[in-house]
């Protein structure tokens, strides 16, 4: 089976320089090819993840453009897909917590599992992106809401007025 991904044709059109006549150099410069930011770089490169995936490559650009483009993206499971939204949805929401307009941002998923996986995932790197900071600001607020558990619980989360 191939497993080559194609970069959209506007991927390399924003005007921004991710196409480069050479491979970029240094930890974290494929991330910041991608128009990644400095926070999330380290965070990134703190969990070990030193280069972006092909599906990464080829969602991220899109995500973090202006305006941002949708995605629609398909590959196997441990391909990366996770931070393929993920990273663009933290960069955008920033590290701290909004009490104004909640919630910013809405994942939906198949499973409980997988539910639980994402929440993981998007609190671990968002915490690497606060490593350092002042303590005047409070970190990004997450409810997991999932079916088969008690409404009065979940009622109770949503109205922590989370971020997320």
């Known amino acids: 089976m191939d497993e080559s ?3 959209p044709s506007w991927a390399d059109q924003s005007g921004s320089e991710l196409v480069q006549s050479s ?5 974290g410069s494929q991330w910041k090819a991608l128009n990644v930011g ?3 770089i380290r965070s990134l490169l703190l969990r070990k993840f030193k280069n972006p995936t092909p599906i990464q490559r080829a969602s991220i650009p899109g995500a973090l453009s202006t305006p941002p483009r949708d995605i629609l993206a398909m590959a196997r499971t441990g391909s990366g897909k996770t931070l393929g939204y993920m990273i663009p949805l933290l960069e955008r929401l920033g590290s ?3 009490p104004s307009t909640s919630p910013r941002a809405l994942v939906m ?3 409980r599992e997988l539910a639980m996986q994402i929440l993981t995932v ?3 790197l968002a ?3 606060t490593k350092g900071k002042g303590k005047e600001t409070e970190n990004l ?3 997991l809401i999932m079916g088969g558990e008690s409404m009065e619980g979940q009622f109770e989360k949503m109205s922590k007025s989370p971020d997320m």
Request: proline share 15%; aromatic share 4%.
């Open 109 to 111: 998923c198949p499973s």
């Open 5 to 7: 991904i194609n970069i």
């Open 38 to 40: 400095p926070d999330m």
């Open 122 to 124: 998007g609190k671990d």
């Open 141 to 143: 607020k997450w409810a």
């Open 127 to 129: 915490r690497g992106m």
């Open 23 to 27: 491979k970029p150099k240094g930890p």
């Open 96 to 98: 701290t917590h909004s």
